[in-house]
């Protein structure tokens, strides 16, 4: 895997388990930052309100330093550190997985709550494409019109995303960049326009 690489997920899933009369529904979400997760949770909450706990874990950045785990309410480290236990088996980052509980009326234990979560986000983890994905970075770069043509040429040899542009006597280009290219991309802007 290169530097400038991580795991995540695809697209978002879903998955039941159920467990002495109480239902587990389990969704997996692929997310860039904290209010991505707030805004999932939001919604999650709002379809689910009659749900007994909304417990959750998520992790962000390539580095996954990035993580939390919330149990909602149920006995401390019994949801939310399963869930984050799942992600970490995964070795995947920029997920959140939450687990929606209805109550069924028997208790599960401290050992059985454990189980149940654990395996209602290894099931909606399982349901998931993993997919590699590269970190880039955005750059704005600003030349003359005059040199429009060798611009587009380094952009073409390096096959970069262009993300804005505006085209008059001074030209301005927004470009996503690869992270591990981005120093050499600069280099060679720099060189080309100044």
Do not use: W
């Amino acid at each position: 895997m290169a530097l400038d690489t991580y795991f995540s997920i695809a697209q978002p899933t879903e998955a039941l388990f159920k467990e002495k009369g109480s239902k587990f529904i389990a969704f997996a979400y692929p997310v860039e930052n904290e209010q991505e997760i707030r805004d999932r949770l939001e919604l999650v909450r709002k379809k689910y309100y009659d749900a007994s706990h909304h417990c959750y874990a998520y992790m962000l950045g390539k580095d996954k330093k990035d993580f939390r785990a919330n149990d909602d309410g149920e006995p401390s480290g019994t949801a939310g550190l399963p869930i984050l236990g799942q992600l970490k088996s995964k070795n995947i980052t920029n997920v959140l997985v939450v687990v929606v509980r209805y109550f069924g009326g028997t208790k599960l234990g401290a050992s059985g709550l454990v189980s149940a979560y654990k395996t209602a986000a290894a099931e909606a983890l399982a349901q998931a494409t993993i997919v590699e994905k590269i970190l880039v970075q955005s750059i704005t770069f600003y030349f003359e019109y005059l040199q429009m043509n060798e611009v587009m040429k380094l952009i073409k040899e390096y096959g970069l995303k262009i993300l804005s542009q505006h085209f008059d006597n001074q030209c301005q280009i927004t470009l996503q960049i690869r992270e591990d290219l981005v120093a050499e991309v600069q280099k060679k802007m720099e060189a080309l326009i100044n």
